[in-house]
């Protein structure tokens, strides 16, 4: 947690000056019941109506001059936390950017999208309130007590007596139900991760009749949120009883020793009605610190979950010198790869061995499951290889900068992303000083064109939040021109066709053959019709290549290559 506030840096100012108006807010605060005094002795008790004016317009101004400074105060103090939140934001998103692919699958998206949003929220406002009364509250509970004792000695022993136990049926009760809190957040994280899974599967839970079975468990779920907050509302509750009680009795004894003291004539009456005011004061001051350090506690864990990301270190390196690229004829060259996934013991893939060549059509195809998408992952380096060797351009992979190596390669993943935006911002998301020229001759490759003729502003037409007003097959399509229109040296087109029908397909990979190339293409697909043109054909199964060579010779030699062949033509089908 210590080391997050650094970002306070360039907020030096506003870390001092917000402190330093609450103490003085409090300071005139101070002062009222001692006005409150002079008026009930001299005023009222001496009929003095001028004088008790006069009281009054100090008691205007010195709230006056409290509202000004507490603004004051709230002003700095919410900039500082402010410009905290957003330096750690910003700081954290570029961490998390930073990261590799294997990093964010084991954190857990989800759980960095909560440390980016909510942790960093509740660390805002823990350093609100702290500029704002981790001082004011201790100087206000040691600035009445010294007032009393100016007042009256005797009589401010009771202060001494009622703030102890104060203090520790507050600071008790906070430590008690601090660890309860706790349960009650894993019990509604526990909450919101069930909601969220309903809310995304909502289609597949109703296509399988599971809402029943689905509601009760929600509803265990949120029951057994119900009992932890039960039970850390019981014990939060017996704070204010017990703690008005002991005010109450102090209150009393003041009153008691008060009235003994004003008989005697040591203490006059507005004196005891500003030792009581004292008491109040003190009340309220030890309570808003109560709430403060529980804030501050939970802050502190906030703190502890953001400061695990910063401290995991990025999964992969880029050189400090960038190792230009060979002039051979060779692409890509896979040498013996191995891959092992973080966190798991056995290989995705073993022994890669082959090579492709610049402007070669390479076909890969395999079963679910059996590496296709680890494969060609390992071209862009998502992914480190764990054994062997694998080279673009002639150089190995860890060898190049990671901006360089990633801008001569497009990759269209598996799951179609579009951006908020327009089709025009998208599309310059694959060269951002694109012309019209280039995005429309990218569209036309990618038989997107008619999509974006069909929309009425063309180009600069909505896309709402990840591509919901279009199509499955529109944004797969719309994903490809985005990759074509920085012209890659190598395409990976990871299963990015499988939601278009065979003759769009079909005019895409004629399209992409005959405008482009010199290019290298990665065609990942399940469909034997969509790599059977491919040069080169690559079959996986477990990890492992079981064949490769043009679909003629796979035929007659592979037998998983023939069995997903045949499966999708026909027995016998060549």
């Not at 809402?211 to 949120?225: I, V, Y």
């Amino acid at each position: 947690m210590k080391k997050l506030l650094c970002y306070l840096k360039g907020y030096e100012k506003e870390t001092v000056l917000a402190p330093l108006f609450k103490m003085l807010e409090a300071l005139f605060e101070l002062f009222v019941p001692l006005v409150m005094a002079a008026v009930i002795d001299q005023g009222i008790g001496g009929s003095d109506k001028p004088y008790i004016v006069r009281m009054c317009m100090l008691l205007i101004a010195l709230g006056v001059i409290g509202l000004v400074c507490s603004i004051t105060a709230q002003y700095f103090a919410a900039k500082a936390a402010v410009g905290f939140a957003a330096g750690l934001r910003q700081a954290l998103f570029r961490h998390i950017q930073s990261l590799s692919f294997g990093d964010v699958d084991q954190v857990g998206s989800s759980t960095l999208i909560t440390r980016l949003t909510s942790d960093t929220n509740q660390l805002q406002a823990a350093v609100n309130m702290a500029l704002r009364l981790f001082l004011r509250s201790p100087f206000v509970v040691l600035g009445a007590m010294v007032m009393a004792f100016t007042i009256d000695v005797k009589a401010a022993l009771v202060f001494v007596v009622v703030i102890p136990l104060l203090s520790i049926v507050i600071f008790g009760v906070m430590f008690v139900s601090i660890p309860m809190y706790r349960r009650v957040q894993e019990a509604l994280d526990k909450l919101l991760g069930r909601t969220r899974e309903n809310l995304s599967g909502v289609r597949v839970q109703r296509a399988f009749n599971k809402q029943e079975q689905e509601k009760e468990k929600f509803a265990e779920e949120n029951q057994a949120l119900n009992k932890f907050q039960m039970v850390v509302g019981r014990v939060s509750a017996l704070t204010n009883p017990i703690t008005y009680l002991i005010i109450n009795v102090g209150v009393i004894a003041l009153i008691w020793i008060g009235a003994l003291k004003v008989d005697a004539g040591y203490l006059s009456q507005g004196q005891v009605v500003a030792l009581v005011n004292y008491t109040a004061q003190i009340l309220v001051e030890l309570i808003k610190l109560a709430n403060m350090i529980v804030m501050v506690n939970k802050a502190i864990a906030c703190g502890d979950r953001v400061q695990e990301v910063f401290e995991r270190e990025p999964g992969l390196s880029t050189p400090n010198e960038e190792t230009k690229p060979g002039d051979g004829d060779i692409a890509v060259s896979f040498e013996h790869v191995g891959l092992v996934y973080p966190g798991t013991h056995t290989e995705s893939l073993t022994d890669i061995h082959f090579s492709v060549k610049k402007g070669e059509t390479v076909g890969v195809i395999g079963g679910t499951g059996s590496g296709k998408t680890s494969l060609v992952h390992l071209i862009p380096r998502f992914y480190d290889i764990t054994s062997g060797k694998l080279l673009v351009d002639g150089v190995e992979v860890h060898k190049q900068s990671l901006a360089l190596l990633r801008n001569r390669i497009g990759v269209v993943l598996q799951k179609a992303v579009l951006f908020e935006g327009t089709i025009r911002s998208n599309l310059q998301w694959g060269k951002k000083d694109a012309t019209e020229e280039e995005m429309w001759k990218a569209l036309e490759i990618a038989q997107a064109k008619e999509v974006v003729l069909g929309k009425p502003d063309g180009l600069d037409s909505v896309v709402e939040q990840g591509g919901r007003n279009f199509s499955g097959g529109q944004k797969q399509r719309l994903t490809i021109a985005r990759a074509l229109v920085r012209r890659p040296e190598i395409l990976i087109m990871d299963d990015s066709a499988s939601a278009l029908d065979y003759a769009t397909d079909a005019a895409l990979r004629k399209a992409i053959r005959e405008e482009l190339k010199d290019m290298t293409l990665f065609i990942v697909s399940q469909r034997a019709a969509s790599v059977r043109n491919a040069d080169k054909i690559v079959v996986l199964d477990d990890g492992v290549i079981v064949g490769m060579g043009t679909h003629d010779t796979l035929i007659d030699s592979c037998e998983v290559y023939r069995e997903i062949y045949e499966s999708q033509y026909g027995k016998g089908a060549r």
